[in-house]
């Protein structure tokens, strides 16, 4: 074999060990989204929103990698979308503090508006992104967002689910059915808690 002969075949075999290394990744993380609709579609079983909404944190949060989630739940009396749960850095201070927010305001005011989801690679580029809450908590909203509507089985928006700051700069297709999957049994869960009470 030539030299030039040699040293191709070494380039191809680096290339094929970088998508070997790429396929593994991907593998493990659609392992990780499959367990957390796992969880989710198990914790239906509980009749507890609470566990479900852990079990759809973790589950966004493998997904996009991502270290802040929320559901808020649109109060029709004052007509605010509430932070009903909350994971991440600023949970308490939200639920406690803030509370609410208008449900026009923001992405998640965007989204319960339109009924539409919100998929962004910045966040902050958003014409609809409000920094007023980053302000009172002084936790940074930036990078990767994933927004998406809480429905009533009837297609009504109840609510919002958000998963914020995201390590990936890109969401796939498959990313963003994942994301649909838990969105829908969130808003099934807690539709079926509030019918409950």
Known sequence: ?????IAMLAAERDALQTEVTQLRALVALRERQI???QQVTEALRANNP????????AAAQATLLAPAATIYLHDPESDQL????VAGSESQTLIQDIQAIPASQGVAGKVFQTGQIDIAVDIRTSE???????????????????????????GTVFGVLQVLNGARNAFT????????????YVGLA??????GS
Not at 128 to 145: C, V
Request: aromatic share 10%; glycine share 4%; hydrophobic share 45%.
């Open 128 to 154: 609809a992104f409000d920094g007023s809450i980053d302000a009172r908590t002084k936790f940074w909203t930036e990078g990767p967002a994933a927004t998406l509507p809480l429905k009533r089985p009837d």
């Open 1 to 5: 074999m030539t030299d030039s002969e």
């Open 82 to 85: 509430r932070f009903a749960y």
């Open 190 to 195: 807690l539709d079926l808690a509030e019918r």
């Open 50 to 57: 609470a566990v479900v909404a852990r079990a759809a944190f």
């Open 35 to 37: 367990h957390g609709i």
């Open 173 to 184: 297709d498959a990313d963003i059915e994942v994301l649909k999957t838990l969105a829908h």
